[in-house]
């Protein structure tokens, strides 16, 4: 059921404004990433619309009308219930100009608010931050994902903020791109490339390291893996930890792997794959047999397994992590165990 408008009246006649004066429907719709529909609907249901006409009787959307939907558009972005969105959209239109309390952002729904209402991505039962950073990434709206990313790690931490906020929405971003004929390929880039930047942001200073006193954790990416994401949250969780952590990235050849942990003589080396195709449980062994230091005091890096790629059943050397959160925790009393025996 709709109505005109939330006061139950019918919207005001639009004003008259010279032939080129204000923007169409069309044109407002892909500078904001949504559908005309969208738009018409919101005119619809809560009064959010264009106020003017042009001499030939078309409606056309002034600068103070673009400014309330743009604003509607902020607010749904975090979450918030388009009619809510709408009357607080309205409300600051009203407001005059130097107005500080609607420059501020809208608090985060509570932590347990989660939602199954359709969207413009099929997300299924999640939290409300998780369509509000959907709407964000299909309108292609930087400044918002970058708000409410930071948002979610600042109020759950790294750890929750990426299983409960992140990785379901980039999972989702996932699905309608391998079923939309990559037409969402670029709401993909973007996203991940802003998850990646607010958790590189979030993790503190690198922390040096006294080979092969300390160690490290190395993070890798399996020969020819390009996702690197998981391991960015994980090396991020961990900085926040007091953990040294080293980054390889994506794809790292064999060569350069075994290097690494000879020169680095690393507490753990996680090794990411995607895709069982990547997964090569030889690697698997073959880092975990390496050994380093005075014959007698030899030791070698615990192996650690992440991502979907590896089967359930790997070499009895290493080990798999269930979670971001178990890695973590397993990673944690690693270092404890590495730091203690050195002391």
């Given amino acids: 059921m709709t109505t005109a ?5 019918p919207p005001p006649e639009p004003a008259a404004v010279p032939g080129g004066a204000g923007v169409t429907t069309g044109v407002l719709a892909r500078r904001l990433g949504v559908s005309p529909m969208t738009l018409r609907s ?3 249901r809560y009064g959010i619309g264009p106020t003017a006409r042009t001499g030939g009787g078309h409606r056309r959307w002034t600068a103070g009308d673009v400014a309330t939907v743009e604003e509607m558009c902020r607010l749904t972005a975090t979450g918030i219930p388009p009619a809510d969105a709408a009357r607080a959209a309205r409300a600051a239109a009203a407001e005059p100009p130097p107005a500080p309390v609607t420059a501020a952002a809208p ?3 509570p932590a347990a608010a989660r939602s199954r209402a359709a969207g413009a991505l099929p997300l299924g039962d999640v939290r409300l931050e998780c369509r509000g950073l959907a709407r964000a990434a299909v309108r292609l709206d ?6 409410q990313l930071t948002a979610a790690v600042e109020r759950y931490g790294v750890v929750v903020a990426w299983q409960e906020v992140m990785a379901p929405t980039l999972r989702a971003v996932g699905r309608r791109w391998a079923s939309s004929e990559d037409r969402y390929v670029e709401v993909e880039h973007l996203l991940a490339w802003h998850v990646s930047t607010v958790l590189r942001r979030s993790a503190p200073p690198v922390l040096p390291v006294t080979a092969p006193a300390t160690g490290c954790v190395l993070l890798a990416c399996a020969p020819g893996e390009q996702h690197t994401l998981p391991l960015e949250a994980l090396g991020a969780a961990l900085g926040r930890e007091g953990l040294p952590v080293r980054m390889l990235g994506a794809a790292v050849p064999v060569e350069a792997l075994d290097a690494a942990v000879r020169r680095l003589g690393p507490v753990a080396v996680v090794l990411w794959a ?3 195709a990547r997964a090569a449980p030889a690697l698997a062994r ?3 047999a390496l050994r380093w230091g005075m014959k007698g005091t030899r030791r070698g890096p ?3 397994l992440g991502g979907p790629g590896w089967s359930r059943t790997q070499p009895a050397e290493v080990l798999r992590p269930a979670g971001l959160a178990q890695a973590v925790e397993a990673l944690r009393a690693l270092c404890g165990a590495g730091s203690g025996g050195a002391g």
Avoid at 5 to 9: E, K, L, T, V, W
């Fill in 5 to 9: 408008n939330p006061a139950g009246q």
């Fill in 42 to 44: 919101w005119d619809r």
């Fill in 107 to 109: 608090a985060l729904p």
């Fill in 142 to 147: 930087a400044p918002a994902l970058e708000e």
């Fill in 274 to 276: 995607q895709d069982s």
């Fill in 286 to 288: 073959h880092v975990a």
């Fill in 302 to 304: 615990a192996v650690l």
